[in-house]
């Protein structure tokens, strides 16, 4: 990744202008955004997200779906939501072309990785990271398949463009009854065949459900909103260890790694604090975690490297980290 060159905000992130807002579905605008100084922007990969920081400090993340061999610009699309907390309705309300924003980024928790094939999974918005792994399929003449659903063909962003793939982009919307048969779909994946799926809870759940007796890590997902996360497994309190710094902290089963961390006088970038947009990801260097994420698949989780401190917490006695 190269480094960001961008003009910065007082809050030390790029300042990117806004070059181009375009509706492109019911519901859906698409955001050109560059560095107003004409510098090139970091390099990403397909699965990528970017922050942006909005009035009184909101953040949300928003999939790039743009060209990832264009270094001046990206593109994000972003679904009206009625009932989020304003971030959606002030971008399609308010934040007008010539406008600046903050971005944090870029990053990803939902790599693209190499595979004989790829069966890509979208509800809805949930179409955006899926764009560029299908420009990257393309290119490396791999075999590829998109399975669409959204509830009105008019809201879904880029399903005019799907025409174009054929057979490859199967795109259904449900007020017509016409759905999609994921269970079939997925058991007829041939065998190297990666499956990525981003779409609203329910869609994940169900692809989940039908991916359980499949190799771990044949299926990546990314979610809208953190899944529901239980009690944690620990009822005694646990010692995290700082690595960096030493220092021994005890916790409770309820606390949060991450406040635990920062009040100790340990920063730690922090963004979501739902285990959801990867920012304060840290690894682990001993000890077992109790992952509470929506981020790690199973693999991932069994390595026990790597965790997330926003919601994560301990199953061993003591947790190491670097930090």
């Known amino acids: 990744m190269n480094p960001a060159t961008s003009s910065t905000s007082a809050g030390g992130r790029p300042a990117l202008r806004v070059t181009e807002k375009k509706s492109i579905a019911a519901g859906v605008c698409r955001l ?16 990528a997200h970017i922050e942006l920081t909005l009035r009184q400090g909101l953040t949300r993340q928003y999939s790039l779906c743009g060209d990832r061999w264009d270094p001046m610009a990206y593109q994000i699309a972003v679904l009206r939501e009625p009932s989020s907390r304003g971030a959606s309705e002030y971008i399609h309300d308010e934040l007008s072309v010539g406008d600046s924003v903050e971005v944090g980024g870029p990053r990803n928790n939902f790599r693209m990785v190499p595979a004989e094939g790829y069966l890509l999974i979208a509800g809805g918005i949930g179409i955006t990271p899926l764009i560029p792994m299908i420009a990257q399929a393309e290119m490396m003449n791999l075999p590829w398949t998109l399975l669409y659903s959204g509830r009105q063909l008019e809201t879904m962003a880029f ?26 779909s997925i058991e007829a994946a041939p065998r190297g065949t ?4 981003c779409g609203p809870e329910a869609m994940v759940d169900a692809v989940e459900s039908y991916c359980a007796r499949l190799p771990a890590g044949m299926l990546r997902r990314e979610r ?21 710094t030493g220092k021994r902290l005890v916790l409770q089963p309820g ?26 990801e840290t690894p682990v260097l001993a000890g077992v975690p109790d992952h509470r994420d929506s981020i790690l698949d ?7 490297d790597t965790f997330f401190p926003c919601v994560s917490r301990a199953a061993s006695d003591r947790l190491v980290i670097d930090a």
């Open 32 to 47: 050109t955004l560059v560095d107003p100084r004409g510098e090139r922007l970091p390099d990403w990969e397909p699965g």
């Open 159 to 184: 399903a005019d463009q799907m025409s174009e793939y054929g057979a490859h982009a199967v795109v259904r919307a449900t007020d017509t009854g016409d759905r999609l048969d994921l269970a079939a």
């Open 194 to 197: 990666k499956i990525y799926c």
């Open 224 to 244: 809208f909103a953190a899944k529901e996360r239980q009690a944690p497994v620990r009822s005694l309190p646990y010692e995290v260890e700082l690595a960096q």
């Open 255 to 280: 606390e949060s790694v991450l406040d635990a961390v920062v009040a100790a006088g340990v920063p730690l970038l922090a963004s979501c604090r739902e285990g959801l947009c990867g920012t304060c």
């Open 298 to 304: 199973a693999r991932e989780r069994e390595r026990n």
